[in-house]
């Protein structure tokens, strides 16, 4: 069973302030790891994507990646109203379809201004 | 350029008819999936093909859904008798490689609702 565990949400935080999205996953054989923004009626856009263990940085975000405890986090860092959105966390899975992305449900995120 | 579009946008449709869905990727994008997204759920792969082969259609719900991709391009989902558990969100999503995944792009989606 490949599992992808989020967080609902929502999740609300004031302008300016650090947004911290989690997701567990359960197969030890996830590879790569994907977070993706969803606007309300929009399609999916990749925003971040890691593969190492350890902390990958773009811009204000940080995507963060500890396999041992199958765990990914997304820090959005001086959050803006644009930034609310679902956020979906993704995993590949060695021997599965290349490409094929398990997916969780979903984090809400609003920020305030 | 121009991304992957799908269409219709909407579509509303009584239970028990069939419904077809269609998918451009993006031009000379070989690998196209579908996934579906119900209300408050995630993303749910459907099939994937590769050129007009479907290697992995192991995430059609029931036989009554069935896909096809003609010339390496247009992607068809077709659903058949219909049922109101059908309604969700239908999302294609192509690349010029598969597993590429900084390089997959989704379409905006068919919304389903089955009355």
């Known amino acids: 069973q490949k599992e992808v565990e989020q967080n609902s949400g929502p999740l609300s935080v004031p302008e300016g302030a650090i947004a911290s999205l989690n997701c567990t996953y359960s197969d030890r054989g996830s590879q790569s790891f994907f977070w993706y923004r969803q606007y309300s009626g929009k399609s999916p856009e990749l925003i971040m994507f890691i593969y190492s263990n350890g902390d990958k940085e773009d811009g204000r975000f940080t995507a963060q990646l500890n396999k041992a405890s199958q765990y990914v986090s997304l820090l959005i860092r001086d959050s803006q109203p644009s930034d609310s959105a679902t956020y979906l966390c993704?995993?590949?899975?060695?021997?599965?379809?290349?490409?094929?992305?398990?997916f969780g449900r979903g984090t809400q995120l609003t920020v305030w201004p | 350029g121009a991304g992957v579009s799908q269409s219709p946008s909407n579509k509303v449709t009584e239970k028990g008819k069939d419904v077809e869905l269609r998918c451009d990727p993006i031009s000379g994008h070989t690998a196209l999936y579908w996934y579906r997204q119900s209300l408050g759920q995630g993303l749910e792969f459907l099939i994937y093909?590769?050129?007009?082969?479907?290697?992995?259609k192991s995430g059609l719900p029931s036989d009554r859904f069935s896909a096809e991709r003609t010339g390496g391009s247009v992607s068809t989902l077709t659903i058949q008798r219909t049922q109101q558990e059908d309604s969700a969100v239908y999302l294609c999503?192509?690349?010029?490689?598969?597993?590429?995944?900084?390089?997959?792009?989704f379409g905006p989606g068919t919304r389903l609702t089955v009355t």
């Open positions: 993704a995993v590949t899975v060695r021997g599965s379809t290349l490409g094929r992305l398990y």
């Open positions: 999503a192509s690349s010029s490689l598969a597993g590429d995944l900084k390089e997959q792009y």
């Open positions: 093909f590769q050129g007009n082969s479907a290697p992995d």
